[in-house]
């Protein structure tokens, strides 16, 4: 309260979806945003928003968070990768937007009926992803600046967030809402990467089998699916050097989204805890 809030709301026994639709019905204006508790807005960002949320459309905008500076490479490397990725249009967009830089007309949240509950995680996306197919209007504004303090600073938390970030469920809706004709990158890359991890571990077994180094052939599919990414990121954002470290943050993505996959991250704990 003693910075300026007029309510505060706790639920402590709440998921996340739970929490944000709690919040959006203890509001009463017809814009709403969301950050995280641990990021900071541009001194302008609300003067950033103000052209679109004062347009007559209903419009939902934001942009990846950064790391705060200097960061880790981890950091960095990162967000190099989020500033880089082809924003596509009105119906990929929704892959750029999550909760801690989100804003919107009211009327879409009122018309999605809010966050899906049955979401661990991934219900911004689920939310902006149906906002799309809704036909409302989706945009990725990179003048909306915020920092994120909360940014994994060590390969090992980042790979713990990836686990954690990991939803089958929410891929589940991607796949059905849009047939991986648009925003499916994620889903399709997790599910190269863990069927190409099996034809590693089948190359392993045959090495110690038949002592032929032949088959070690099989990992070249797997490190295509790492570099691939890792060079188009690196040209598109015009840094050569981000290629190995992008190159390890993908391996490390696709690992953490593959073993969610496979059934072995079930029990997942929100990764900031022990980190």
Same mark, same amino acid.
């Given at each position: 309260m003693s910075l300026g809030f007029s309510k505060v709301l706790k639920h402590p026994d709440a998921n996340i979806p739970l929490c944000r639709n709690k919040g959006l019905e203890a509001?009463? $204006?017809?814009? %709403?945003?969301? /950050?995280?508790?641990? @990021?900071?807005?541009?001194?302008?960002?609300? !003067?950033k #928003? &103000?052209?679109? +949320?004062?347009? *007559?459309? *209903?419009? &939902?905008? $934001?942009?990846?968070?950064?790391?705060? =500076?200097?960061?880790?490479?981890?950091?960095?490397y990162w967000f190099i990768h989020w500033a880089n990725k082809r924003r596509g249009g009105q119906n990929d967009a929704f892959r750029l937007i999550t909760t801690r830089n989100m804003l919107f007309h009211r009327i879409i949240a009122d018309h999605l009926h809010g966050f899906d509950e049955t979401l661990?995680?991934?219900e911004d996306t689920d939310f902006v992803l149906r906002a799309t197919q809704a036909g409302f209007l989706v945009q990725a504004i990179p003048e909306l600046r915020v920092i994120h303090y909360g940014e994994p600073a060590t390969l090992r938390q980042f790979f713990?967030?990836? %686990?954690?970030?990991?939803?089958?469920? =929410?891929?589940?809706?991607?796949?059905?809402a849009t047939g991986l004709q648009t925003g499916g990158h994620a889903v399709l890359f997790s599910t190269l990467f863990l069927g190409n991890l099996? /034809? @590693? %571990?089948?190359?392993?077994a045959l090495l110690l089998t038949f002592k032929c180094f032949y088959f070690m052939a099989l990992f070249l599919p797997l490190i295509a699916l790492v570099a691939i990414p890792a060079g +188009?990121?690196?040209?598109?954002?015009?840094?050569p050097r981000a290629f190995?470290? &992008? $190159?390890? !943050?993908?391996?490390?993505?696709? /690992? #953490?989204?593959?073993?969610? +996959?496979? $059934?072995? #991250?079930?029990n997942k704990r929100p990764w900031k805890k022990g980190s």
């Open positions: 509001t009463s $204006g017809q814009w %709403i945003a969301f /950050l995280d508790g641990d @990021c900071e807005p541009s001194v302008d960002w609300i !003067l #928003a &103000l052209p679109y +949320l004062e347009q *007559p459309t *209903p419009t &939902l905008i $934001g942009w990846p968070v950064e790391p705060p =500076s200097p960061g880790t490479w981890v950091q960095r661990t995680t991934g713990r967030q990836q %686990i954690w970030h990991a939803n089958r469920t =929410s891929y589940t809706k991607i796949v059905q099996f /034809l @590693c %571990i089948v190359a392993v +188009l990121m690196s040209l598109r954002a015009h840094t190995f470290p &992008l $190159g390890i !943050l993908y391996a490390a993505y696709g /690992l #953490a989204r593959s073993l969610d +996959l496979a $059934g072995f #991250a079930r």
